[in-house]
């Protein structure tokens, strides 16, 4: 329950310095985004894929809303991923699924038309994971 309210607390305190009265440029009428933004900008890479497709609808997907495609996700997922990085296509279509769960060098690319329609069943979108947070861990 402590921890509870030191988080609470915490939020607070950030929320209130955000909400603080304007310093700087804000204080000039001047948005801080207009001086920062292009050197944040300038300092973003593009990411890099393979130049390899793998479709959802080879790996079983239906872009009919007739089945959920979950599992053919996953699956183009980490044939992707196994390959060494790729492109998911997504073909136009609406494709029923639960939780997607990308991985490292995969771009997951919907085609024009495309619609990805996750289950509002909060058990297929929300899965068990450990998470270690100072000296204990949660699942």
Known sequence: ????????????????????????????GKSVWEDELPGILAEIEKPA??????????????GDESKKSTEAFNKAIS??????????????????????????????HLEEGATIKFSQD????FTACKIKMGRSRAV
Not at 49 to 62: K, Q, S
């Open 1 to 28: 329950m402590k921890k509870y309210f030191a988080g609470l607390a915490c939020a607070f305190i950030v929320l209130f310095q955000l909400g603080g009265s304007p310093t700087g440029a804000e204080a000039k």
């Open 49 to 62: 894929f393979p130049d390899r497709d793998f479709n959802v609808v080879d790996y079983g997907a239906r």
């Open 79 to 108: 044939a992707a991923n196994d390959a060494g990085g790729g492109r998911v296509v997504v073909p136009s279509g609406t494709y029923l699924t639960g939780a997607i769960h990308l991985k490292s060098n995969v771009n997951l």
């Open 122 to 125: 909060p058990k297929r979108l």
